[in-house]
T-cell receptor, first 109, second 114 residues
Framework: GEDVEQSLFLSVREGDSSVINCTYT??????LYWYKQEPGAGLQLLTY?????DMKQDQRLTVLLNKKDKHLSLRIADTQTGDSAIYFC?????????FGKGTRLHILP | NAGVTQTPKFQVLKTGQSMTLQCAQD?????MYWYRQDPGMGLRLIYY???????DKGEVPNGYNVSRLNKREFSLRLESAAPSQTSVYFC?????????????FGPGTRLTVL
């Protein structure tokens, strides 16, 4: 079946690292994604990882993929107030992308 | 490049009224999608169109119809609106040159059904 699970809320102090976790169920996923949604806007692709990779780094973002456990994480280093948003984990299966419910990241001063 | 555009941005309907949400993309993408976003439910796929002339049901198609008018446009119709269809509706498209098939989203239509 197709299901993507992630926790709904995360609070982090400004300057600390944020780690958002996600699990998925379909082992035939080709790509896994992290999308960011700011208030009142649509989703924007933040980063992605191909299913045969286990890590991808892009400036402050690190994506880790454990294919055996079907676990994906997004680490944001040096979290800033501009990182406050909802983060969606998603997996691609054929023509469709299946989204998780989103994790709302709240930044504490 | 405007990307993905949606009209209207906001709409209030009475129960039983009908309306069509419009979506257009100028990126020459083959695939287009309609999602609804509800608090605590994330994004749920209503319908999608893998190419011009084809449409398929997603996770929550009941109460909706779609038309892939041409490669650029994909509309979503509510024939008889119900309060349960109060939501934010997002259109998306994909199919560019990138191998990872990013989906590009429109800004959303906020629909309230009274």
């Amino acid at each position: 079946g197709e299901d993507v699970e992630q926790s709904l809320f995360l609070s982090v102090r400004e300057g600390d690292s944020s780690v958002i976790n996600c699990t998925y169920t379909d082992s035939s996923s080709t790509y896994l994604y992290w999308y960011k949604q700011e208030p009142g806007a649509g989703l924007q692709l933040l980063t992605y990882i191909f299913s045969n990779m286990d890590m991808k780094q892009d400036q402050r973002l690190t994506v880790l993929l454990n294919k055996k456990d079907k676990h994906l994480s997004l680490r944001i280093a040096d979290t800033q107030t501009g990182d406050s948003a909802i983060y969606f984990c998603a997996e691609r299966i054929d023509d469709k992308i299946i989204f998780g419910k989103g994790t709302r990241l709240h930044i504490l001063p | 490049n405007a990307g993905v555009t949606q009209t209207p941005k906001f709409q209030v309907l009475k129960t039983g009224q009908s309306m069509t949400l419009q979506c257009a993309q100028d990126m020459n993408h083959n695939s287009m999608y309609w999602y609804r976003q509800d608090p605590g439910m994330g994004l749920r796929l209503i319908y999608y169109s893998a190419s011009e002339g084809t449409t398929d049901k997603g996770e929550v198609p009941n109460g909706y119809n779609v038309s892939r008018l041409n490669k650029r446009e994909f509309s979503l119709r509510l024939e008889s609106a119900a309060p349960s269809q109060t939501s934010v509706y997002f259109c998306a498209s994909s199919g560019g040159r990138s191998s990872y098939n990013e989906q590009f989203f429109g800004p959303g239509t906020r629909l309230t059904v009274l």
